[in-house]
C-alpha cells in the first residue's frame, strides 16, 4: 500500500491519496470518470431519482433573504426585503402558509428558531431591532434594540443567547429571557456569519480577510484565527452531529473541518460564485451550498462526491435542510416573468419532494 501526502498552505489543507495492490481475486476496475460510491451515496441517489421534483410557494413581495426550518421540522420560516417573515406549516409534500409577521421597519435579512423550541423565532433588520415571535400567538413578544444595521443572527445551542451582527462589525450577545444586553464586542475586521459551536463553549466568526475568528465562550476571549480561504469568507454551518463545520467563501470554495482537530479536511469545488449559503442535512451526511451559479451543489460529506444538484434560475441566497428528512428549503432572486420581468417574485422553494406529487 502507497501513501502520498500534500499539503496546500493556501487553505491549510491535507490531501491524501491512496493506492492499495490488491490480489487479483480482488481487482476492482472502474470505467473512466467512475467512482467507488458508498453504500450511502447509491441510497441517496436513488432517492433524488423518485424526488426531485422541486415547488414554489408564495411568501412575499420582495426577495427572500433567508428561510429556517423549526426544530420539529413541522414549519418554515422566511424573512425578506419586503420587511416582513412569513411562516409556513409543511403538510405531506406542500407548504401552507401560516400568518405573515410585520413590525420591522427595514428588510428582514437573517432570522433563525430556537434550538429546542418549536414555537419561537428571531428576526434581524436592518432598522436596528431584532424581534422574537411566536407562533402560538402570532405576535412579537419581545423587540430589542440595537446599535446598528443588523445583518446576522444566531441563537445558542442552549437557547439562552441571541447573538446578532451588524453591518458595523459589533456583535452583541442577548438574554433570550430579559432581553438584555449580556455582551457587546466590536472587531476591527468585516465580521460576515457568526456561529456556536455545538457544544456551546465556542462562538466562530467568519471575515473578510478569508479568516474563522474563533472565541471562548461565554468569556469571548480570542482561542484561534484560522485563514481559512484566499478571499472573503462568507458563510459558516455546524453539521447536527458536531464532527465537522463548512465555510464558504468569495473564492467559490466550500471548506470542511474537523471541529476537534481545526484542520480542513476537504474542499468542494464545483461552484464557480462567491459560495453564498451552505447547510448540512439532518444525518450530517450531505452538504448543500449555493451562489449565483444556477444550481445548487448537493455534495456527500465523507467523500466530496456530488450527490445531486438542484437545478435554478437564478443566484439562490439560502438553503436549510429539513431537521428529520432529505428535503431541502430554499430562495433565489427570481423574477415575476408573468406581469413585470423586473419585479421579484418573493417564492421559497422546496426540492426533494416525490416526482408524482
Known amino acids: 500500500m502507497i501513501i502520498a501526502t500534500?499539503?496546500?498552505?493556501?487553505?491549510?489543507?491535507?490531501?491524501?491519496?491512496?493506492?492499495?495492490?490488491?490480489?487479483?481475486?480482488?481487482?476492482?476496475?472502474?470505467?473512466?470518470?467512475?467512482?467507488?460510491?458508498?453504500?450511502?451515496?447509491?441510497?441517496?441517489?436513488?432517492?433524488?431519482?423518485?424526488?426531485?421534483?422541486?415547488?414554489?410557494?408564495?411568501?412575499?413581495?420582495a426577495k427572500v433573504h433567508s428561510v429556517a426550518w423549526s426544530c420539529d421540522g413541522r414549519r418554515?420560516?422566511?424573512?425578506?426585503?419586503?420587511?416582513t417573515a412569513s411562516v409556513f406549516v409543511l403538510e405531506k409534500d406542500r407548504l401552507v402558509k401560516e400568518n405573515n409577521y410585520r413590525g420591522h421597519g427595514d428588510s428582514v435579512d437573517q432570522l433563525c428558531w430556537h434550538p429546542t423550541n418549536p414555537d419561537l423565532f428571531v428576526t434581524a433588520s436592518g432598522d436596528k431591532t431584532i424581534r422574537i415571535w411566536d407562533v402560538r400567538t402570532t405576535k412579537?413578544?419581545?423587540?430589542?434594540?440595537?446599535?446598528?444595521?443588523?445583518?446576522?443572527?444566531?441563537?445558542s445551542p442552549d437557547g439562552q443567547t441571541i447573538a446578532v451582527g451588524n453591518k458595523d462589525d459589533v456583535v452583541t450577545f442577548i438574554d433570550a429571557k430579559t432581553h438584555r444586553s449580556r455582551a457587546e464586542e466590536q472587531f476591527k475586521f468585516e465580521v460576515n456569519e457568526i456561529s456556536w459551536n455545538n457544544?456551546?463553549?465556542?462562538?466562530?466568526?467568519?471575515?473578510?480577510?478569508?479568516?474563522?475568528?474563533?472565541?471562548?465562550?461565554?468569556?469571548?476571549?480570542?482561542?484561534?484565527s484560522i485563514n481559512a480561504h484566499p478571499s472573503n469568507c462568507?458563510?459558516?454551518?455546524?453539521?447536527?452531529?458536531?464532527?465537522?463545520?463548512?465555510?464558504?467563501?468569495?473564492?467559490?470554495?466550500?471548506?470542511?473541518?474537523?471541529?476537534?482537530?481545526?484542520?480542513?479536511?476537504r474542499c468542494f469545488s464545483r461552484l464557480d460564485w462567491p459560495v453564498r449559503t451552505l447547510?448540512?442535512?439532518?444525518?450530517?451526511?450531505?452538504?448543500?451550498?449555493?451562489?449565483?451559479?444556477?444550481?445548487?451543489?448537493?455534495?456527500?460529506?465523507?467523500?466530496?462526491?456530488?450527490?445531486?444538484?438542484?437545478?435554478?434560475?437564478?443566484?439562490?441566497?439560502?438553503?436549510?435542510?429539513?431537521?428529520?428528512?432529505?428535503l431541502l428549503a430554499y430562495a433565489c432572486d427570481d423574477k415575476d416573468g408573468k406581469y413585470d420581468s423586473n419585479r421579484e417574485a418573493g417564492?421559497?422553494?422546496?426540492?426533494?419532494?416525490?416526482?408524482?406529487?
Request: with cysteine; proline share 6%.
Open 6 to 61: 500534500f499539503y496546500s498552505s493556501t487553505l491549510n489543507c491535507s490531501i491524501f491519496f491512496w493506492q492499495y495492490d490488491l490480489p487479483p481475486a480482488h481487482t476492482i476496475v472502474l470505467k473512466p470518470g467512475e467512482n467507488m460510491a458508498s453504500q450511502y451515496y447509491l441510497e441517496m441517489q436513488e432517492n433524488f431519482k423518485n424526488n426531485n421534483k422541486s415547488r414554489e410557494f408564495p411568501a412575499h413581495s
Open 76 to 83: 418554515l420560516a422566511s424573512g425578506s426585503f419586503d420587511k
Open 140 to 155: 412579537c413578544i419581545a423587540t430589542v434594540n440595537t446599535k446598528g444595521e443588523n445583518i446576522n443572527i444566531c441563537w
Open 199 to 224: 457544544d456551546n463553549d465556542m462562538f466562530f466568526l467568519t471575515n473578510g480577510n478569508g479568516c474563522i475568528n474563533i472565541l471562548s465562550y461565554p468569556e469571548l476571549k480570542p482561542i484561534q
Open 234 to 265: 462568507i458563510c459558516i454551518k455546524f453539521d447536527p452531529t458536531g464532527k465537522y463545520f463548512a465555510t464558504g467563501s468569495a473564492d467559490a470554495l466550500v471548506s470542511l473541518w474537523d471541529v476537534e482537530e481545526l484542520v480542513c479536511v
Open 279 to 326: 447547510s448540512f442535512s439532518n444525518d450530517g451526511k450531505m452538504l448543500a451550498s449555493a451562489s449565483e451559479d444556477h444550481f445548487i451543489d448537493i455534495a456527500e460529506v465523507e467523500t466530496g462526491e456530488k450527490l445531486w444538484e438542484v437545478q435554478c434560475e437564478s443566484p439562490t441566497f439560502t438553503v436549510a435542510w429539513h431537521p428529520k428528512r432529505p
Open 347 to 357: 417564492t421559497v422553494k422546496l426540492f426533494g419532494l416525490p416526482n408524482d406529487s
